[in-house]
Each structure stands twice: as structure tokens, then as C-alpha cells.
């Protein structure tokens, strides 16, 4: 077993969470809101679907992938429109708060929740990245590029276990940053974030629905 593998999957696996798409919203967002501990382990609940979709590439699941692929329309669609819901409820709820909402404050703008358990908060990260089916297609691509999928079953494992990492440094790092700014965000700068932050995840969310119907 060759250490280059793992750290093949450091790459990958930081690369891939390293794309700020709508759930990297959502976890900056959470972040904000609830402080680190919420939004890393909302990113753990990310991580933990890259290491997911990681395993189907890495062991050469060929069945499984053209299954999710076959199903990719079905599931743009489906996790569009919950990324639409969670958008407009987000931009609901910080246009009732006003500018008087400050970091801190929690708003509900996603399945976790302001008083949602932690295993929710990283289960709906986990569901979401799941509904995402261009992300196997992404691991898929990135480990024919790098020559990450050799070794056999040992070497996969060290792959996974390394986009596991990487996808875990890049969540601790941004979360850790954003942490760090929490407690300087005026109100009204608080009041911008959500609204541009709903307003772009719903986009994301439409975009998706979009290309799910058209094909």
C-alpha cells in the first residue's frame, strides 16, 4: 500500500468540497447562525457523502454508478426543489427578522433547524449531497485523471480514507473562517448575507430543476 494513494485522496476529496455550490452556502450560513460546532459538523455531513460517493468510484461499483446516473434527472429535480424550499423559507425568515437579526440567532432555513439535534444537522447535509448525482460523476472523473483508482481493494480504502480527509480539512478550515468573522458581522451585514445567500441557493435550486427536465 502506497502512501501517494492516500494522499491522492487528500486531493480529490479537497477539491471536489473546495467548489462553493449550495450546500457550501448552507453550511456558511449555518455556520453564521449557530456557531462552528453546527456548521462543521454540517460539514462533516458533506464529507461524509464525498467519502460515500468516493467508495462507489474507488471500488469500481459500475452498477451502482450507472443506477445514480440513470437516475440523475429524477434526482437534479427532487433536490432542486428542496434547495427552492429551503431558499424561500430562509428569505422569508430573515425578511421578518429585518436588520434586528444578528449572528447568533438562528434562523430555520434548513431540515436541521434552529433546535434541530446535531445527527439531524448532519444528516440533512448528507441527503443533499447524496441528491446530487454529478458529484459521482466528479470522483468518478477526477480518479481516472490522477490514477487514484489502483491498488486494489487496500489501495481504495486508503483513497476513500483520504477524500474523507480532505474533504474534512476543507469544512474545518472554511467553517473555522467564517467562525472567526461571526462575532464582527453588524446586522445589517447579517441581513445581506441571508437574503443573498437564500436568493443564490434558490437559483442553484431552480438550475437544477431546470436541467432535470430538460434533459
Known amino acids: 500500500m502506497s502512501p501517494g494513494l492516500f494522499l491522492r485522496g487528500v486531493v480529490i476529496g479537497f477539491a471536489v468540497a473546495f467548489a462553493l455550490g449550495p450546500i457550501g452556502l448552507l453550511v456558511i450560513r449555518r455556520t453564521i447562525d449557530r456557531g462552528w460546532a453546527y456548521g462543521f459538523l454540517s460539514g462533516v455531513g458533506v464529507a ?3 467519502a460515500t460517493y468516493a ?3 474507488a471500488f469500481g461499483l459500475t452498477a451502482i454508478t450507472q443506477l445514480l446516473v440513470g437516475f440523475d434527472r429524477t434526482l437534479g429535480i427532487l433536490g432542486g426543489a428542496v434547495l427552492v424550499v429551503l431558499a424561500g423559507r430562509g428569505l422569508r425568515t430573515a425578511l421578518a427578522r429585518g436588520p ?4 447568533g440567532e438562528a434562523v430555520d432555513i434548513d431540515p436541521g433547524g434552529p433546535t434541530g439535534a446535531p445527527l439531524r444537522a448532519w444528516a440533512s447535509m448528507v441527503g443533499l449531497t447524496l441528491a446530487n448525482p454529478a458529484t459521482i460523476l466528479s470522483f468518478t472523473a477526477l480518479f481516472a485523471s490522477i490514477g487514484a483508482g489502483t491498488g486494489g481493494a487496500s489501495g481504495a480504502a486508503l483513497v476513500v480514507a483520504g477524500v474523507l480527509t480532505g474533504s474534512l ?7 473555522g473562517l467564517v467562525a472567526r468573522l461571526r462575532a464582527r458581522l453588524t446586522p445589517r451585514v447579517v441581513l445581506v448575507l441571508n437574503v443573498a445567500s437564500s436568493i443564490l441557493i434558490g437559483g442553484f435550486g431552480v438550475v437544477a430543476i431546470a436541467i432535470g427536465i430538460t434533459g
Open 48 to 50: 461524509t457523502a464525498d
Open 55 to 57: 467508495a462507489i468510484a
Open 169 to 175: 480539512a476543507w469544512w474545518a478550515i472554511l467553517t
Open 100 to 103: 434586528s437579526a444578528t449572528a
